[in-house]
């Protein structure tokens, strides 16, 4: 029996995030499945995401049905009960026995033949005794330890919404400054909503922007409203650094909002930078593929951008793979890193210039701790209050968001996903005094 190429595909996918540290949002975009149909390639990101978001949920179902304990089941046969599983709990619109026999199938192509029956008798259990579609709480579907922990920093309320949020799927957004890249994604069919936050920010109501000329030769990019908004808390200088920046977002912000800067964009891996390049091919940015830990460079700068590796448990409603990844002694091992880099990066900053340190993170230990630290070592620097930095966005016209008061904690901001309309962002503003 054929198996639809989605589901193939959602099978490669998700067997690769299970066995190496690969991520979704870049899988469901590579040439492996571009020749896809948009229907197919539909089906294939609905599974994908759905599985990742729901994985402890869908766990839990298949232990009920299961006649052998999870821990003995082989990777490609519990990623084919989660892919059917997924089908028949959370996707009325799909036949059951579309999603049955096409797992069992699934199954016998990864060589699972044995394994077949057994993933018949699992699913057609489930089938008949699972009410479809079933509604759980969110925070079953994130693991224990994360949600109590925002409930200990946010609060109970906070974290439901952050856990409400993660199992969302929030439409795409994009920065665009050119009035005439608006008006051409619009002829294509493209449905643009003014962004929360910023006013050259637009979200994506309708249409496919990733099929959009636009998009395809590289003049936009997708990028989460607060992570845009980053970039802009950087402000204007002559010479800037961004130390951490692929895949690029913020930097094509950075050089786009200082059009006669010098702009070095650092880059630790040889790859990345090269894809980086591609994306910001902006002449007055320099991309240079090396740790700022031990960086050749000369010069100080005036605008110095950490947007630090860390943890992304801001971003898990875009990358759920994160939250069954981590495990709570990450958190120190990212500090270290964290400390180091942002160490490095303020010996780069020049007489009076700024520094943004930022994260997707919303654990303190990534944030406020990090910089808390670094500054024990630099008493040079002095944090500045970010309120300053949205009222002059503000007045500029470049900030729409009114509400200063719900992103800002003390001197630093923070977007905390579902409180607001995006993923969840830290920044701190660092100036360089004596």
Request: proline share 5%; charged share 25%; net charge positive.
């Amino acid at each position: 029996m054929p198996i639809s190429h989605a589901r193939v595909a959602a099978f490669e996918i998700l067997l690769r995030i299970e066995s190496t540290d690969a991520y979704a949002s870049e899988l469901l975009h590579s040439a492996r499945v571009a020749k896809l149909s948009p229907a197919d390639h539909g089906l294939l990101t609905e599974i994908v995401m759905g599985v990742l978001r729901w994985r402890s949920v869908l766990d839990q179902n298949i232990a009920q049905y299961s006649s052998q304990s999870m821990g003995k089941l082989d990777l490609e046969v519990l990623t084919t009960l989660r892919i059917g599983t997924y089908q028949l709990v959370f996707l009325n619109r799909i036949p059951q026995h579309a999603a049955i026999n096409e797992s069992v199938e699934l199954a016998k192509r990864a060589r699972k033949r044995s394994a077949a029956g057994f993933v018949n008798a699992v699913l057609r259990k489930m089938a008949k005794q699972q009410p479809r579609p079933t509604s759980f709480d969110p925070q079953s579907a994130h693991p224990r330890w994360l949600a109590e922990r925002w409930t200990r920093h946010y609060g109970s309320k906070a974290a439901q919404a952050i856990c409400a949020y993660d199992q969302s799927t929030p439409p795409p957004t994009v920065h665009i400054r050119d009035s005439v890249v608006v008006e051409e994604l619009r002829q294509e069919g493209i449905e643009l909503e003014s962004g929360a936050f910023l006013s050259h920010s637009f979200t994506v109501r309708g249409g496919e922007i990733a099929r959009t000329k636009a998009f395809r030769e590289r003049r936009i990019a997708i990028q989460d409203e607060a992570s845009q908004l980053i970039a802009m808390l950087a402000g204007h200088g002559r010479s800037i650094l961004d130390c951490c920046s692929a895949p690029g977002g913020k930097t094509r912000i950075l050089a786009q909002n200082n059009p006669k800067a010098n702009v070095i964009a650092l880059e630790l891996h040889p790859r990345r930078a090269r894809l980086l390049r591609k994306l910001v091919p902006d002449a007055n940015v320099r991309v240079i593929s090396a740790d700022v830990r031990a960086a050749p460079l000369a010069q100080d700068f005036e605008r110095v951008l950490v947007d630090a590796p860390c943890s992304g448990t801001g971003t898990l409603a875009r990358n759920p793979e994160i939250k069954w990844r981590l495990k709570p002694e990450d958190l120190g091992r990212l500090q270290v890193s964290q400390v180091e880099i942002l160490t490095a990066a303020m010996t780069r900053v020049g007489l009076g210039g700024r520094l943004v340190y930022s994260t997707c993170s919303l654990e303190p230990e990534e944030n406020e701790q990090v910089v808390e630290r670094a500054l024990e070592n630099d008493a040079s620097f002095a944090v500045v209050d970010c309120r300053g930095a949205l009222e002059k966005l503000a007045i500029t016209g470049e900030l729409s968001w009114k509400s200063f008061d719900s992103v800002l904690s003390g001197n630093y901001l923070r977007t905390i996903p579902g409180v607001h309309p995006c993923d969840g962002f830290f920044a701190a503003i660092l100036e360089k005094r004596a």
